[in-house]
């Protein structure tokens, strides 16, 4: 049997200023791909499967980026082209696996992902089976669903099971391909929009709604279930979220099983409204909590969300109010360049942060001795991604008072331990650690962790949905529309 396999992944903020083009996008090719081998990702999930299977793979590129703007239309035809190309210079092949992420917009294509489906589908011709693997915050259309045969996202979030989600979308691939099973997917999308904070996996809501998932998979009433909560940042008629059910050849079982969840996720909707500490008391409280290592949770520069990772607002209450111990990262390459000129053990004046926008925090002045510099290369330790290799450009280590102020070139997500030993950190050893994230901290710091506050900082990634402008969304959808009311129309039996 063989394969080809290829994608790209990203995840777009249509509020977010910071642009998306192929001229910076990082793009692995060919025989490069084979690096992600055994690791805890979705082409090397889609990899080891293939390997473990006898199955001649044939990996194309993979484009994987942290969240930023809305692509430019010459920059997704660029790299869409590119994809489709190499794919093309690959066939005959028995099935193309598409490592995509879900959320991904570009100018005139609000479902760019659903667009990359619906071309190589076009390319490869009806008889040629198509699985995608998704990001569990994809925003799923029916024009996905139509274009290909399989679809699956991680079942977690933090996702420490992107490996083990494309192994299955491979094992689909190959019953469908040898003629086994007839996928037959139904969409359901009740108008729910609930924030990134509110999707954690290991408890209620979603962890009522995966329950149940996995009782449909394993009492046999469905091949796989997908669960997408969506990226309520990206304003286009299809974010939110989306239960996705594919059935043997049994399209009427799908729709109501997909249809269930959506009911039983609409009964759960007042627990995805979230509120969180603002800033000076969260700060305060997290210097007065009596054991370390505390979690300050930057939910409004959440860097897998797609801010620009520059928020300064926990810096200066961490300074003004005297924190020890503490440590904070800020993404700023001309900082960065202060600090490398400044050289190791000497003193810097900066105006950190604030540089992309004004929407988190203005730049603040600061001064302190340089103690680190590095390359700011570094490798998950995982769970989450465990296996592949970051890039945080030029990085270093500045002390400013009791606070490690961190520097980085390029934004790296935080959620791993690896990030902050790198650059001669123990988290251990820390009484506060600043995580510009939501929810991925808690792969790589949530073990350690001896308290965690949930910071209402201003930014992109803001649980107050009311705060962006929306035009291109379903409306009513909860919970920017409370006194929303749902009630699917559906076969109430088989």
């Keep these: 049997m063989r394969l080809i396999a290829g994608g790209i992944m990203h995840e777009t903020h249509t509020f977010s200023v910071e642009p998306t083009n192929a001229a910076t996008l990082p793009i692995v090719r060919g ?90 589908r076009v390319l490869v011709g009806e008889q040629i089976p198509i699985a995608v693997t998704l990001d569990f915050h994809g925003n799923i259309g029916q024009g996905m669903v139509d274009a290909a045969d399989i679809v699956t996202t991680y079942d977690t979030y933090p996702h420490i099971d992107a490996g083990a989600r494309a192994r299955e979308a491979v094992s689909l691939l190959v019953r469908t391909i040898s003629g086994e099973i007839r996928p037959t997917m139904e969409l359901v999308k009740p108008p729910l929009l609930p924030v990134p904070q509110a999707q954690f996996t290991a408890k209620p809501p979603f962890k009522t709604l995966f329950d149940r998932a996995f009782e449909m998979e394993e009492n046999g009433e469905a091949l796989t279930v997908t669960i997408a909560a969506g990226f309520p940042y990206a304003d286009v008629p299809d974010a939110g979220v989306s239960f996705l059910v594919t059935t043997d050849g049994d399209s009427a079982r799908a729709h109501l099983l997909a249809t269930e969840l959506a009911e039983l996720a609409w009964s759960l909707r007042d627990q995805m409204i979230i509120r969180n500490t603002p800033p000076a008391d969260a700060v305060a409280e997290a210097i007065a909590y009596p054991e370390g290592p505390v979690m300050l949770v930057d939910v409004g520069d959440n860097i897998g969300g797609g801010t620009p990772g520059d928020g300064t607002v926990l810096l200066a209450e961490l300074i003004r109010k005297g924190a020890m111990n503490a440590t904070v990262i800020v993404n700023d390459p001309e900082s960065v360049q202060a600090a490398f000129a400044a050289g190791v053990r000497n003193t810097v004046d900066l105006r950190v942060g604030g540089k992309t926008d004004r929407l988190h925090g203005d730049p603040i002045n600061v001064s302190g001795y340089v103690k680190f510099i590095c390359d700011g290369h570094w490798v998950h330790e995982g769970p989450e991604n465990a296996g592949v290799p970051v890039n945080m450009g030029p990085t270093a280590v500045v002390v400013c008072e009791g606070v490690n102020l961190v520097l980085t070139s390029v934004k790296a997500m935080p959620g791993d331990q690896q990030q902050l030993k790198s650059v001669g950190i123990d988290p251990l050893s820390q009484k506060i650690i600043v995580v510009k994230a939501a929810v991925r901290w808690r792969g790589g710091f949530g073990p350690i962790a001896k308290h965690a506050i949930h910071v209402d900082t201003p930014g992109l990634g803001s649980v107050d949905l009311s705060r962006f402008t929306y035009h291109a969304i379903r409306r009513p959808i909860f919970p920017l529309d409370l006194e929303t009311s749902w009630s699917p129309h559906h076969e109430k039996s088989l």
Excluded: K, Q
Aim: charged fraction near 25%.
């Design 31 to 120: 025989d490069e791909c084979w690096r992600y081998a055994g690791t805890n990702h979705s082409l090397g999930g889609t990899i080891d499967e293939c390997r473990a299977r006898g199955i001649d793979l044939v990996p194309t590129m993979l484009v994987d980026v942290v969240s930023t703007g809305t692509a430019d239309r010459g920059s997704f035809e660029e790299i869409v082209g590119e994809l489709i190309r190499r794919i093309g210079a690959a066939l005959p092949a028995d099935g193309v696996v598409l490592n995509l992420h879900g959320a991904m917009v570009a100018e005139g294509f609000p479902d760019a992902e659903g667009e990359i489906v619906r071309r190589v």
